[in-house]
């Protein structure tokens, strides 16, 4: 974890994780290379390597224990990985060292993550759980005397349109559904506004029609962000018609359309056994 | 020309008042948060003071000294439980140590008290007495400049703040929390007790300081003495509560309660938790520091007693019996606490303990939302 | 003990005394003893004017070393010998009613009326006694010559006697004896005319550990007391192997306080380490918790003094269980009763148990009253071992530290070998998962809290021996307690072990330097700079789980 004092201000963020030696290859914007994480001794990630391109949708798939969650800890800076690197590429001849930052640095550089249980402010309200997220400057000084105006009030009124949960603006996020909370948190993701979300299970524990309509969502925003999804939800997955990369113990298994990874007999021997 | 000035002024006042600070300022209190405001203001800085120092001795209305310094120092420890509603119950930190950077002002104040007490001590020595006794010649260096008024102010606020500062800054680093957090904060405290009750430390060991004299010239036991320094109390109670209610429903006070709740996601937001927490957690030993010299000059001695951690824990438990998070339950707190803790000494001392106890375990147990959590609650029932 | 020795400038009656009484020495040396009559003229000596005559009188009679001489030198110090004859030049000495010549030893008969008491002053008391003690020297019996030169190591002796002091080493065949003597004959040395003893004296003295000498060994250094550089030399180079054998002595002393501290600290804190892992709560009144084990032992104490006192050495052994039972009982009280419903709520615990703790101390102050209780030792606890001149360790720590073990290991195969213990690690480890297992977590919390508070009584026990006793006395505990849990970190035994053991033995090594306060501000500064590297303390559990 770094131990700088910066809060708010991105440039700093993006200046410092910078190595002049690294090039951005083709269009990826995130590359992780080698990355080996392990606890007392078990393997959870083992020598992974993937890489995201710009503006893709990409699905995740693998048994429990694959590490999918554990590689998102390690982008995200929840996790130290023990070997290897994480490289993030938001502009040309820009390139980030995620390793280097901490949890709230690599947010604030446009990562966005939904975690597998939605943790979202149980005593806030829904309103003020989304004015929280929004993107704009982090630091107590701006906390101390932000004023809640008018563009902030419309860009949560278009997200809790998008959520549909206009009419629980003003409700105690606690008392919402489980799947409201899921939506609720997806909300606070787009208010971020980020350049990569990295989405943990999203559908998990919704109905079929939200889990449709979550799937529309992802798909609308697919050109203008990039999304990394983590899901066992298979139909969602189809849903997506994204590339699908397939980890097991730690390391990548195979990648590519959903077809092709379905037919894969070693994706199927990792998921049913022999 | 003077239709001139008069726009001219008002514009002014108009641009200064309806600045979105001040507009924000004042809507951080209902109407009838100010009206209490307005009345107990009334009473504090009006009433008790006229009563006190115009009405003669024997009137039924006269409020005597023991109760005006009795309730002047009863005011310090609620201003105390409101700094520790902003830590423990907005921000979730619990504080063992706050009776530290109260005691810290009140030491910073009393070094100036001690020096206006000038050649008036036992041993008529421009040196305080227990100097004298130790046989030193002149102050040592960290009492330079003491002896000015705005210098001990500035110190009262930079003592317990930059300590503060500095232990929150490495211990909220490392990611302490909860009980952890406590139980260093508890340690800290404890090395200071001991530091404080050496002899030589230079602070007058385990007598402390005492036997004040005058402040800016004026007795220090004189009724108006007596009467502003009660209303000086009262009035930074209300500030103390207005500036906690700006802060709690401020967009700051609003991540602070994300982080007491789910820090791990404020931190994904994007925000540093290092800086909200060391925020708060400095501004409130500053505001204890303040209490401490308010308090100093009114019961008239500091030790280091006032450090002992049976203290500390005290201010968390008048803050859970008014009721966390809400800024005016802990200072109702302190002040049932308080009071009945005078009364207890006086009528049943060997009972007192006992009480406090049952106190702490009854509260936490049945009444988690404290007094104001109560009336919240009784008042929902008869709406019904 | 040697300050009666320091011959700083030598008086011209003892420079005299010395000239005129070292060829008696030779010659008493070299002349055999042997069973022949004293001569009278030497006995009458013995009433002669004047400390000087009589203390050479009696020097002699000591070098002479016969049976008779040493008879005589008995009667002296017994007061049996008086004067009869004209001229008091007749020395007698009575057997009850018979009366001896003193000189010759044959029966005087009748027995003189006016007798006066041969009574010698304190001075000359004195020479006596160590002359007697000299000659103790060669008794057959070794623990009457070990006792003697005990006695001589701290009166001190005249120079007089280094030529006997010679022939003991001669014939002296045990060594401890042997070393004793060294001792003294290198500490006489010292005040020797001739340089050359004194060299030897300082050489030999180098090999000693006695703090004691320090101070004339330093004298010795200054060229305005000692001429001869040679000795002055020598004397630094042995004051430096002394210090050197001190410092050691005294380093050894600290590392053995810290171990016994922090066996201390163990037993106290191993009770809040096992609380806290099982049941995440911090119990506040476990200083009282230590408090009722100490009041338990003290209850037990004044039992067996008053009701059984020839037992009194066993009150301790009963202590034990009586300690560890009530203080049990008082914490499965607490726990059904308050902390079950808290479950979780870490920092209400901390409150709610800190208003126990205050009713806890106010009850025993009520019962007991407010000031300490007096506890004595048991006997065989009380003494200590002599490792070295400055190495005293007491009896009774060693014994603690030796008991702390005990239930460390008792404990350790509790919940590592035992049914019981596998669950409370379940429950320690993964509440959630262990109640799906089927393990009953409310009886563990129970029976985990009941462990924790038994344990702190078996402390209170160790510490009723070591201190005060007082309603109070918990409370300068607890900061220690909990700073031993925060940095053993939770859920292994073995960071409770180290971080206690650390937390005693930097204490007290800083203590002897700095003072306890410094001490206890470094060893708060050195666990806020470890729980930065590792906030979870240094044997922490690792791994996603634990996370939280």
């Known amino acids: 974890m770094s131990d700088t004092t910066l809060e708010g201000n991105t440039s700093h ?12 290859p083709g269009n990826t914007i995130l590359q992780i290379s080698n990355i080996t994480v392990s606890f007392d001794g078990f393997k959870a990630l083992n020598d992974l390597s993937l890489n995201f391109e710009l503006n893709e949708l990409r699905c995740i798939i693998g048994p429990n224990g694959a590490g999918k969650t554990t590689m998102m800890d390690c982008i995200t800076g929840k996790t130290r990985a023990d070997e290897g690197t994480v490289l993030w590429y938001p502009e040309v001849n820009k390139t980030v060292d995620l390793l280097k930052l901490s949890e709230a640095e690599i947010a604030l550089i446009g990562i966005g993550r939904k975690f597998q249980k939605p943790t979202i402010f149980e005593s806030h309200t829904v309103f003020e759980n989304l004015e929280l997220a929004m993107k704009t400057d982090k630091r107590v000084r701006f906390s101390l005397f932000a004023v809640v105006d008018d563009v902030t009030r419309d860009r949560i009124a278009d997200i809790l349109r998008l959520i549909n ?7 105690l996020a606690g008392r919402l559904s489980h799947g409201q909370k899921q939506w609720l948190e997806i909300g606070m993701l787009l208010m971020q506004d980020p350049k990569l979300l990295l989405l943990d299970e999203p559908v998990a524990g919704m109905t079929d029609d939200e889990t449709e309509r979550t799937g529309e969502l992802f798909n609308s925003l697919k050109g203008k962000h990039t999304l990394v999804v983590v899901e066992h939800d298979m139909a969602f997955v189809e849903q997506l018609k994204s590339k699908v990369t397939v980890l097991d113990q730690g390391s990548l298994l195979c990648e590519g359309p959903m077809a092709e990874v379905q037919a894969n007999p070693k994706v199927i021997e990792v998921y049913l056994g022999r | 020309m003077h239709l001139k000035v008069g726009l001219l002024t008002t514009k002014i006042i108009m641009s200064t008042t309806h600045t979105p600070f001040v507009v924000r300022f004042f809507s951080a209190t209902g109407r009838k948060g100010w009206v209490a405001l307005a009345l107990f203001a009334l009473l504090t800085i009006v009433a008790v003071p006229s009563s006190h120092l115009l009405l003669p001795v024997d009137h039924a209305l006269h409020i005597p000294t023991f109760y005006v310094t009795l309730l002047g120092k009863i005011m310090c420890y609620a201003i105390v439980a409101v700094a520790m509603d902003l830590i423990w119950g907005y921000a979730g930190v619990l504080s063992l140590a706050q009776g530290l950077f109260f005691a810290l002002g009140a ?4 070094m100036y008290l001690m020096r206006e007490i000038g050649l008036d001590g036992v041993y008529q020595s421009h040196l305080a007495d227990y100097m004298v006794f130790l046989d030193w010649k002149e102050y040592p260096w960290y009492w330079k400049f003491t002896e000015h008024f705005l210098y001990s102010m500035m110190l009262v606020i930079v003592a317990p703040g930059l300590l503060a500062f500095v232990f929150g800054f490495f211990v909220f680093r490392s990611r302490v929390k909860g009980v952890y957090f406590a139980i260093i904060s508890q340690a800290m405290l404890y090395a200071f007790l001991l530091l404080f009750f050496m002899n030589n430390f230079g602070f007058g060991g385990n007598n402390g300081f005492t036997d004040f004299k005058r402040i800016l010239g004026y007795s220090i036991t004189s009724p108006e003495m007596r009467a502003t320094l009660f209303a000086l109390s009262a009035s930074m109670l209300m500030f103390a509560l207005l500036l906690g209610r700006y802060l709690v429903t401020s967009k700051f006070g609003r991540i ?26 400095t501004l409130a030993a500053i505001i204890c520091g303040v209490a401490g010299a308010l308090y100093v000059p009114q019961v008239g001695i500091i030790n280091p007693s006032e450090m002992a951690t049976a203290n500390s824990i005290e201010i968390a438990i008048w803050t859970a019996i008014g009721g966390r998070g809400t800024l005016i339950g802990p200072a109702i707190g302190a002040v049932v606490v308080n009071l009945s803790k005078s009364w207890f000494t006086v009528a049943f001392p060997e009972y007192w303990l006992y009480f406090l106890g049952l106190m702490f375990v009854l509260v936490t147990l049945l009444l988690p939302q404290g007094l104001v959590g109560l009336y919240q609650q009784l008042r929902a029932r008869m709406v019904r | 003990m040697y300050c009666k020795f320091l011959f700083r400038v030598p008086s011209l009656l003892k420079v005299l005394r010395t000239i005129v009484l070292l060829p008696w020495l030779v010659a008493m040396f070299v002349l055999p003893a042997h069973a022949a009559p004293l001569d009278p003229e030497l006995v009458a000596q013995l009433n002669a004017d004047g400390n000087a005559a009589k203390k050479a009188a009696i020097i002699k009679f000591a070098l002479l070393a016969s049976p008779e001489a040493i008879l005589l030198l008995k009667s002296l110090a017994n007061d049996s010998l008086f004067i009869a004859g004209e001229n008091g030049e007749i020395i007698l000495r009575m057997e009850g009613e018979r009366a001896f010549d003193a000189a010759t030893g044959e029966e005087v008969t009748p027995v003189p009326e006016d007798m006066d008491q041969l009574y010698p002053n304190n001075r000359v008391r004195r020479m006596l006694h160590t002359s007697l003690s000299v000659l103790k020297l060669f008794d057959p019996d070794r623990d009457e ?25 001669k014939e002296e065949s045990d060594s401890e004896i042997k070393q004793t003597v060294t001792f003294i004959r290198a500490m006489i040395g010292l005040n020797s005319k001739d340089s050359a003893i004194r060299l030897t ?13 320090k101070l004339r060994l330093t004298e010795l250094t200054d060229p305005a007391i000692e001429v001869n550089s040679e000795v002055r030399e020598e004397a630094k180079k042995s004051l430096a192997s002394l210090e050197r054998r001190l410092v050691i002595g005294e380093s050894i002393t600290r590392v053995f306080t810290g171990l016994s501290l922090g066996s201390i600290l163990l037993l106290a804190a191993l009770g809040l380490a096992i609380t806290y892992g099982v049941m995440g709560i911090i119990n506040m009144a476990h200083g009282e918790l230590l408090m009722i084990g100490a009041f338990a032992t003290f209850v037990v104490h004044d039992i067996f003094r008053d009701h059984y006192p020839e037992y009194f050495d066993w009150y301790i052994v009963a202590a034990v269980p009586v300690a560890f039972f009530s203080a049990a009982i008082v914490g499965v009280i607490m726990e059904r009763t308050v902390i079950r419903w808290l479950y979780g709520r870490a920092l209400e615990t901390l409150l709610t148990t800190w208003g126990i703790s205050l009713i806890l101390i106010q009850t025993v102050r009520t019962t007991f009253g407010t000031f300490n209780q007096e506890i004595a030792n048991p006997s065989w606890l009380s003494g200590s071992v002599e490792l070295m001149s400055n190495v005293d360790l007491p009896w009774n720590r060693i014994i603690i530290i030796g008991f702390a073990v005990s239930v460390l290991v008792l404990v350790w195969l509790l919940l590592n070998r035992t049914r019981l213990g596998l669950f409370v690690r379940a429950v320690t480890q993964n509440r959630a998962m262990a109640g799906c297992v089927g393990v009953p977590t409310a009886r563990i919390d129970t029976v985990a809290f009941a462990l924790g508070a038994a344990i702190a009584g078996l402390g209170g026990v160790s510490l009723s021996q070591v201190g005060n006793v007082g309603p109070e006395m918990g409370q300068g505990w607890i900061v220690d307690c909990f700073m031993t849990v925060v940095l053993g970190g939770v859920g292994q035994l073995a960071g409770t072990v180290w971080a206690a053991m650390g937390i005693g033995v930097v204490t007290k090594l800083v203590e002897g330097g700095l003072g306890a306060v410094i001490a206890k501000i470094v060893v708060l500064v050195i666990i806020i700079i470890v729980i930065q590297k590792r906030p979870q303390g ?8 634990a996370d939280d």
């Open chain 1, 13 to 24: 963020v993006q200046e410092k994780g910078f190595s002049s030696s690294e090039t951005k």
């Open chain 1, 165 to 171: 949960l206009n009419e629980h603006a003003d409700q």
């Open chain 2, 107 to 110: 030491y910073a104040f009393g």
């Open chain 2, 256 to 281: 602070l309660t994300a982080i007491r709740d789910a820090e791990m996601r404020v931190m994904f937001l994007g925000y540093n938790p290092l800086w909200y927490k060391l925020f708060i957690w």
């Open chain 3, 145 to 169: 010559r070990l006792e003697a030169a005990k006695k001589i190591e701290d009166s001190g002796a005249d120079v007089a006697f280094l030529p006997v002091l010679d022939k003991v080493l």
């Open chain 3, 201 to 213: 004296a300082v050489k030999d003295l180098g090999e000693s550990d006695n703090p004691d000498i």
């Open chain 3, 538 to 545: 240094i044997f922490a559990l690792k791994g996603r789980v």
